[in-house]
């Protein structure tokens, strides 16, 4: 089956570095990667939809020039945190679709996350 | 606007007996799919299930059971003889079809199934 993998699984970093997660789809490629955060205790909400060789799309409210996507190829995905601060600190989880998507119900296959701790 | 509810925070059963986790949603659109994931302390997302609205049938996989009744607008799902392998927090989720962006799942707030020996 498909495999997302996400790198790295924990990071503790100080306030005002930046951070960068790489998400991969192992055995399959994948035009489109989403990432979305999950705050402590709550649910999932997706903060952009990554594409590759062009610019990702934002969901409202999400800084673009904070959370900085970069999908290069197929297979690779990267979320850069810049400037992270206590409040970044969340799970990050990526996931993707299959790149021949049939009738477009395929599953959204998520990551195993990222979880960000800013000190 | 889609939205999906779980009102149900945390469950606590003991070992063998059976839970319910309730899953209502909103939508306006008449093609949608709905979804469950289970995601153990590990954090990782785990497919259960996934529906679409004109297929109403219930669905048992092993211990697992789905209830989909379009007329109340819910998806609920059933674990039956639980074990303390199926505590985690357990998401309902909903895709409305077409979308601008395929990846963009409605998700609930979760429950919380904690299952004692």
């Known amino acids: 089956g498909a495999v997302v993998s996400q790198h790295p699984s924990r990071v503790i970093c100080k306030s005002g570095t930046s951070v960068k997660i790489e998400c991969r789809s192992l055995?399959?490629?994948?035009?489109?990667m989403f990432w979305y955060r999950q705050f402590p205790k709550q649910s999932l909400m997706l903060m952009a939809t990554s594409n590759e060789g062009s610019k990702a799309t934002y969901e409202q409210g999400v800084e673009k020039d904070k959370f900085l996507i970069n999908h290069a190829s197929l297979t690779l995905s990267t979320l850069t945190v810049t400037s992270a601060h206590p409040e970044d600190s969340s799970f990050y989880i990526c996931s993707a679709y299959p790149r021949d998507r049939g009738s477009g119900a395929n599953v959204l296959t998520f990551g195993a996350g990222s979880r960000l701790t800013v000190l | 606007a889609q939205k999906v509810t779980q009102a149900q925070t945390e469950i606590s059963v003991v070992e063998k007996e059976d839970v319910t986790l309730d899953c209502v949603y909103e939508t306006r659109d008449t093609t949608y799919y709905l979804f469950w994931y289970k995601q153990p302390p590990s954090g990782e997302l785990v497919f259960l299930i996934r529906?679409?609205?004109?297929?109403?049938q219930n669905e048992i996989s092993g211990r697992y059971s789905w209830n989909f009744q379009k007329s109340t607008s819910s998806f609920n799902f059933t674990i039956t003889a639980s074990q303390v392998v199926d505590s985690a927090v357990y998401f309902c989720a909903l895709r409305v079809h077409p979308t601008d962006s395929w990846g963009k799942l409605q998700f609930g707030a979760g429950t919380q199934v904690v299952v004692t020996p």
């Open positions: 055995d399959f490629q994948a035009t489109t």
């Open positions: 529906r679409n609205s004109f297929d109403e």
